[in-house]
C-alpha cells in the first residue's frame, strides 16, 4: 500500500485534531469511526479538537527504532484534550525529569516521521510542556 | 485600506551560545560576539522545520486574526529551507490551517527577503479585491557550514500575516521596492550550504538595497525618520540593522523593539517579519512603523505600517515574540547541536516502514 496515500487520507487528524461528533449523542470519536458506539448513530460531523491538554500517562523510550535514534530519550503519552478525548503522542523538546502526571501541555505540528532521505514526510501533533508558565 | 488583520511569530526552544560554536572550532568567542553583536542562536529540534515553524506562526495570527480560515484565499510560504525541491510547503500549512481547497497557494525563495515577498503580494492581492485574506509567511531554518562565520549566526524561526481590509491591527500606509542583480550570497542545486562573498555582501549589497528601498519609500511617503515610532531592518547580525538605521535618520530607541538578532540570531526570511511581530506586541495606536527587508540576490522590500485602536484588542490572544525568545530555553552542546542539525553522517538514514 502507497505510504502517500495512507499518509493524505489521515491529513485532517494528522494536521487539524479534526474529531467525529455523532450527530445524534455528541459523542467525539478521534480517530472517526463509522458507527456511534454510544447511540448507534451513522451521522457525524467534524469536530476540531482543542489545543490544550493534560499529561494522563507516559513511558520513557531509551532505545527506539531506528528513525527516532536521533531523538532518545524521548517521552511518549497520553494526553488528554480538554474535550475529553485521549489520544497517544511523543512529548517534544523535554526531558524526561520536567515531566510529571497532569502537567498541562499543547499541541504543536511537529515531523512525527520520514520515509528515508528520498521519500515523503510525515507531519502530525506531538505535545509540549507549557513554555510561558 | 488594507493590512495586516492577524499576526504571529514561532521560536524553536533551543539555544546554541556563540562560545560553544566558537571552542570546537578554535576561534576567539569574544571577537565574534562582539564583530556580531550576537550572544546565542535559536537552534530548530529534530522534528521541526520551516514548515512546522510557519505553521504554529500561521496559527498564533489565526488566534489574532479571529476569522473563518475558510476565507483564506492565497497563503504564501517564504523561506530558503523549504523542505522539498519538488513540492510546496504552503500546501502543507494551508492543509493545517484549514484554508484549504480553495485558496492560492505558492512558495517564494528570494534568499532572506521570501518572507517579505510573501507579505508584499498578499497585501496587493487584496488591495486588488482578488481575495478577502491572504497569508504572507517568512520562516527559515538556515544553515551555515560548519566552522564559517555563518554558523554563528544562522538560526530558526518564522512570522506570519494575515492581511484583509477589515478590522485591521496594522494598516499598510505605502510599500516599496528595489532590486538588483548582485551576485552577494548563494547556494546552487544540491549544494548543501550556501557560499558568500565576504565583506561583498556589505557596502554594496545589504547597505545599498536596504538605503535604496528606505530612501524610495521615504520620498513617496514624504516622511522622515522622526515621524516614526518604530524601524526594523533586515538583521544578519546585530551590527548592521543598527547602522543602516543610523544611516536612515533612525536612533536606538526606534530600532531595539524590533531588534531581535542578538538573542535569536539571523532567521533569513523570518528576520525583520519576526522584528515586525515584536514591535507589534508593544505598540500603541496611532504609532508608525518603517520596514525595510533584504534578500542576497539582491533586494529590498519597504512597508509603512500604521497600527491601529485593534492592536490593544489583540496583543494578548497568542504568545508574544519576546516570550518565545526569553523564557524557557534548552541550551545544547554542539555535540546535540550537530545531531540536531544532521552535520553527523549516520551508517542509515532514518525511515519509517
Given at each position: 500500500m502507497s505510504t502517500s496515500a495512507r499518509y493524505t487520507r489521515e491529513i485532517p487528524q494528522r494536521y487539524r485534531l479534526e474529531a467525529a461528533k455523532c450527530k445524534g449523542c455528541s459523542k467525539l470519536f478521534f480517530p472517526p469511526r463509522l458507527?456511534?458506539?454510544?447511540?448507534?448513530?451513522?451521522e457525524f460531523e467534524p469536530h476540531r479538537l482543542s489545543d490544550k491538554g493534560k499529561v494522563v500517562s507516559y513511558s520513557v523510550v531509551r532505545i527506539g527504532p531506528s528513525q527516532f535514534v536521533e531523538q532518545v530519550p524521548y517521552i511518549v503519552s497520553v494526553v488528554e484534550l480538554e474535550d475529553g478525548v485521549r489520544l497517544t503522542c511523543q512529548v517534544a523538546d523535554a526531558k524526561?525529569?520536567?515531566?510529571?502526571?497532569?502537567?498541562?501541555?499543547?499541541?504543536?505540528?511537529?515531523?512525527?516521521?520520514e520515509e528515508g532521505d528520498a521519500g515523503i514526510i510525515h507531519y502530525g501533533y506531538k505535545a509540549v510542556l507549557d513554555r510561558f508558565k | 485600506m488594507v493590512g495586516i488583520v492577524g499576526y504571529g511569530v514561532y521560536i524553536p526552544r533551543f539555544r546554541i551560545k556563540l562560545e560553544e560554536i566558537a571552542k570546537i572550532w578554535g576561534a576567539d568567542a569574544l571577537a565574534y560576539k562582539a564583530g556580531?553583536?550576537?550572544?546565542?542562536?535559536?537552534?530548530?529540534?529534530?522534528?521541526?522545520d520551516t514548515v512546522t515553524i510557519s505553521v504554529e506562526a500561521a496559527r498564533n495570527a489565526?488566534?489574532?486574526?479571529?476569522?473563518?480560515?475558510?476565507?483564506?484565499?492565497?497563503?504564501?510560504?517564504?523561506?530558503?529551507?523549504?523542505?522539498?525541491?519538488?513540492?510546496?510547503?504552503?500546501?502543507?500549512?494551508?492543509?493545517?490551517?484549514?484554508?484549504?481547497?480553495?485558496?492560492?497557494t505558492a512558495d517564494f525563495e528570494f534568499a532572506c527577503k521570501a518572507g517579505t515577498e510573501g507579505m508584499f503580494v498578499a497585501l496587493n492581492l487584496v488591495q486588488a479585491g482578488a481575495v478577502k485574506y491572504a497569508v504572507g509567511?517568512?520562516?527559515?531554518?538556515?544553515?551555515?557550514?560548519?566552522?564559517?562565520?555563518?554558523?554563528?549566526?544562522?538560526?530558526?524561526?518564522?512570522?506570519?500575516?494575515i492581511m484583509g481590509s477589515e478590522n485591521l491591527v496594522a494598516e499598510c500606509e505605502f510599500t516599496d521596492a528595489y532590486m538588483t542583480d548582485t551576485a552577494d550570497f548563494w547556494r546552487k542545486e544540491h549544494q548543501y550550504y550556501p557560499q558568500h562573498a565576504g565583506r561583498y555582501t556589505g557596502e554594496p549589497a545589504y547597505f545599498k538595497h536596504i538605503l535604496g528601498a528606505g530612501r524610495a519609500i521615504m520620498e513617496r511617503a514624504k516622511a522622515k525618520a522622526s515621524d516614526f515610532k518604530y524601524a526594523v531592518f533586515h538583521q544578519p547580525n546585530g551590527k548592521f540593522p543598527m547602522k543602516v538605521g543610523k544611516m536612515l535618520g533612525f536612533n536606538k530607541e526606534q530600532i531595539?523593539?524590533?531588534?531581535?538578532?542578538?538573542?535569536?540570531?539571523?532567521?533569513?526570511?523570518?528576520?525583520?517579519?519576526?522584528?515586525?511581530?515584536?514591535?507589534?506586541?508593544?505598540?500603541?495606536?496611532?504609532?508608525?512603523?518603517?520596514?525595510?527587508?533584504y534578500g542576497s540576490g539582491a533586494g529590498s522590500d519597504a512597508f509603512i505600517w500604521k497600527v491601529t485602536e485593534r492592536i490593544k484588542e489583540v496583543q494578548n490572544l497568542a504568545p508574544k515574540t519576546r516570550d518565545y525568545l526569553d523564557k524557557n530555553?534548552?541550551?545544547?552542546?554542539?555535540?546535540?547541536?550537530?545531531?540536531?542539525?544532521?552535520?553527523?553522517?549516520m551508517s542509515e538514514?532514518?525511515?519509517?516502514?
Amino acid at each position: 500500500m502507497s505510504t502517500s496515500a495512507r499518509y493524505t487520507r489521515e491529513i485532517p487528524q494528522r494536521y487539524r485534531l479534526e474529531a467525529a461528533k455523532c450527530k445524534g449523542c455528541s459523542k467525539l470519536f478521534f480517530p472517526p469511526r463509522l458507527i456511534c458506539d454510544e447511540c448507534g448513530g451513522k451521522e457525524f460531523e467534524p469536530h476540531r479538537l482543542s489545543d490544550k491538554g493534560k499529561v494522563v500517562s507516559y513511558s520513557v523510550v531509551r532505545i527506539g527504532p531506528s528513525q527516532f535514534v536521533e531523538q532518545v530519550p524521548y517521552i511518549v503519552s497520553v494526553v488528554e484534550l480538554e474535550d475529553g478525548v485521549r489520544l497517544t503522542c511523543q512529548v517534544a523538546d523535554a526531558k524526561p525529569e520536567e515531566l510529571e502526571i497532569g502537567a498541562p501541555v499543547t499541541i504543536e505540528f511537529r515531523k512525527i516521521g520520514e520515509e528515508g532521505d528520498a521519500g515523503i514526510i510525515h507531519y502530525g501533533y506531538k505535545a509540549v510542556l507549557d513554555r510561558f508558565k | 485600506m488594507v493590512g495586516i488583520v492577524g499576526y504571529g511569530v514561532y521560536i524553536p526552544r533551543f539555544r546554541i551560545k556563540l562560545e560553544e560554536i566558537a571552542k570546537i572550532w578554535g576561534a576567539d568567542a569574544l571577537a565574534y560576539k562582539a564583530g556580531l553583536l550576537m550572544e546565542q542562536k535559536s537552534v530548530p529540534g529534530p522534528d521541526q522545520d520551516t514548515v512546522t515553524i510557519s505553521v504554529e506562526a500561521a496559527r498564533n495570527a489565526l488566534k489574532r486574526a479571529k476569522i473563518d480560515p475558510t476565507e483564506i484565499g492565497a497563503l504564501y510560504v517564504g523561506s530558503e529551507s523549504h523542505p522539498y525541491a519538488v513540492k510546496p510547503s504552503g500546501t502543507i500549512v494551508a492543509e493545517a490551517m484549514g484554508a484549504t481547497p480553495y485558496c492560492h497557494t505558492a512558495d517564494f525563495e528570494f534568499a532572506c527577503k521570501a518572507g517579505t515577498e510573501g507579505m508584499f503580494v498578499a497585501l496587493n492581492l487584496v488591495q486588488a479585491g482578488a481575495v478577502k485574506y491572504a497569508v504572507g509567511i517568512g520562516t527559515d531554518t538556515s544553515q551555515g557550514a560548519p566552522g564559517d562565520a555563518l554558523e554563528y549566526s544562522a538560526s530558526a524561526g518564522g512570522a506570519a500575516f494575515i492581511m484583509g481590509s477589515e478590522n485591521l491591527v496594522a494598516e499598510c500606509e505605502f510599500t516599496d521596492a528595489y532590486m538588483t542583480d548582485t551576485a552577494d550570497f548563494w547556494r546552487k542545486e544540491h549544494q548543501y550550504y550556501p557560499q558568500h562573498a565576504g565583506r561583498y555582501t556589505g557596502e554594496p549589497a545589504y547597505f545599498k538595497h536596504i538605503l535604496g528601498a528606505g530612501r524610495a519609500i521615504m520620498e513617496r511617503a514624504k516622511a522622515k525618520a522622526s515621524d516614526f515610532k518604530y524601524a526594523v531592518f533586515h538583521q544578519p547580525n546585530g551590527k548592521f540593522p543598527m547602522k543602516v538605521g543610523k544611516m536612515l535618520g533612525f536612533n536606538k530607541e526606534q530600532i531595539e523593539p524590533g531588534w531581535l538578532v542578538p538573542r535569536l540570531g539571523n532567521t533569513y526570511s523570518g528576520s525583520s517579519p519576526m522584528g515586525l511581530t515584536a514591535i507589534l506586541d508593544v505598540a500603541e495606536p496611532g504609532e508608525r512603523i518603517f520596514m525595510v527587508s533584504y534578500g542576497s540576490g539582491a533586494g529590498s522590500d519597504a512597508f509603512i505600517w500604521k497600527v491601529t485602536e485593534r492592536i490593544k484588542e489583540v496583543q494578548n490572544l497568542a504568545p508574544k515574540t519576546r516570550d518565545y525568545l526569553d523564557k524557557n530555553q534548552i541550551y545544547l552542546d554542539y555535540g546535540t547541536y550537530a545531531k540536531f542539525r544532521r552535520k553527523i553522517i549516520m551508517s542509515e538514514s532514518p525511515q519509517i516502514l
